[in-house]
């Protein structure tokens, strides 16, 4: 079950706007009676790599409840990044970026944030854009360690044609 914390609460606040109408439509929600699989399942799958990006950036904490749930979770709903099961193309490799820079860097810093989505509208083609993912995944390893970084590049590859470089 997962539960706001004090980062997620002020989030909420009036005037407190740093994320986006659907994470905080999740921090919402996220009351600890929820379960994580209903979070997840929401925006038509969208939920999940929301959910695991508010858990990251410290505005949700699993909080396990004392017994394990009497029924097995379903898995992951269709549509998630990390069950894509879509075509793999440059178009949905390019809107996962284009959310990447939005959620992990509109708030820190918002004109690196800019800086990124610049660079990918200028991107042509598949070499170009990935060079700009792998600027990404730099920055991301500098601010959020190299695991993340590592994490998010999996996902990328999997929205990828694997013709696509993949070197990001």
């Known amino acids: 079950m997962l539960i706001k914390t004090d980062k997620g609460r002020t989030e909420l606040l009036p005037g407190q706007r740093s ?8 921090l919402l929600v996220a009351d ?27 505005y949700l904490i699993d909080e396990a409840p004392a017994e394990p749930p009497a029924r097995p979770v ?3 709903p269709r549509g998630s990044v990390d069950t894509f099961s879509g075509p793999r193309s440059l178009a949905s490799a390019r809107m996962f ?19 990124f989505r ?13 060079a700009v993912g792998q ?3 730099t920055e991301i390893e500098r601010v959020a ?6 994490s998010i590049s999996e996902r990328l590859a999997k929205v990828l044609p694997e013709t696509a470089p993949q070197d990001a």
């Open 32 to 58: 600890g009676r929820k379960s994580t699989a209903s979070l997840h399942a929401l925006f038509h799958g969208e939920g999940r790599a929301m959910v695991e990006a508010l858990l990251a950036d410290g």
């Open 135 to 137: 600027d990404m995944l």
């Open 118 to 130: 610049q660079a990918l509208r200028e991107a042509r083609d598949a070499a170009s854009m990935m």
């Open 74 to 76: 379903p898995p992951p």
């Open 145 to 150: 360690g190299a695991e993340r970084a590592a």
């Open 97 to 115: 970026l284009f959310d990447l820079s939005d959620r992990m860097f509109a708030a820190r810093d918002r004109a690196l944030a800019d800086r």
């Open 19 to 26: 994320l986006g109408q659907r994470e905080r439509a999740i």
